[in-house]
Structures are given as C-alpha cells and as structure tokens.
C-alpha cells in the first residue's frame, strides 16, 4: 500500500489529513491552521503525497475529524501504556475494544478516540 492509498482511507474514515516532514519533527509541510475547517481535497492528497515528495501522515484533530482527540503516550511508554491500557480494559472493556492504537517511532503510542463533545486542545491530561 502506498503512503497515498494509506491517505486516502483515512479520509474515506473521515480523518483530515495533511503531510509533515519525515525529519523527526512532525512538523506540518505548509501550515495545518487552515484543515481545522475544511478537509483537505483529493487533489491536495494527491500533490502531497506522491513518490517525487516524500512526507509522512498526520491526522488533524478536534472537530473536524469527527471530535477525535489523541492520548500521547511518548515518557516511559513502555511503562505507562500497559498500566493505563490494563486500567481501561478492567474498568471501561466496551471502550478499551473499540480504541485505535498507533505505535510511533519513539517507542510510543497514539490512542485515538472520536467522542461525541468537541475534545480539549493542547491539553496536558496526565503526566506520569
């Protein structure tokens, strides 16, 4: 699967997706503001994510993708993720199921959940 059709079905998901740069800073190739209001357009995905410009994935939060917000687990993830996930799992098993979970390059994780309210910005919920 190309980093393109990988694109593509996170929009067909209803993700907003914009490139970043694949130095290690995930910093969003051209601004990320704009995405917070409308989705990017198949077109768009298409320039930015073809052979000849190579870019990493990232998925624009909040509202416009479905009131997703991510949990962020990068400091002692190998330590603190079980502990939370085994936690979610005995206390709320219908939505630890129903969690995506991405591992990222650090070690870490991503635990992506849709509520149904408009989810914090820029919060720091926990810190172990």
């Given at each position: 699967m190309t980093i393109l059709q990988t694109a593509q079905q996170?929009?067909?998901?209803?993700?907003?997706?914009?490139p970043i740069q694949?130095?290690?800073t995930k910093k969003a190739i051209g601004g990320w503001k704009a995405y917070q209001e409308r989705f990017s357009?198949?077109?768009?995905?298409?320039?930015?994510?073809?052979?000849?410009?190579?870019?990493?994935?990232?998925?624009?939060?909040?509202?416009?993708?479905?009131?997703l917000f991510v949990i962020d687990f990068d400091e002692q993830a190998a330590e603190n993720y079980p502990k939370w996930m085994a936690e979610v799992q005995k206390q709320l098993p219908k939505i630890a199921r129903s969690l995506f979970i991405v591992e990222t390059p650090r070690p870490g994780?991503?635990?992506?959940?849709?509520?149904?309210?408009?989810?914090?910005?820029?919060q720091n919920l926990a810190l172990s």
């Open positions: 996170y929009r067909q998901k209803q993700f907003n997706v914009i694949t130095d290690g357009s198949e077109h768009e995905l298409q320039q930015w994510f073809n052979p000849s410009h190579p870019c990493g994935i990232a998925i624009v939060c909040g509202q416009i993708s479905g009131n994780y991503h635990v992506w959940i849709r509520c149904e309210a408009e989810p914090p910005v820029g």
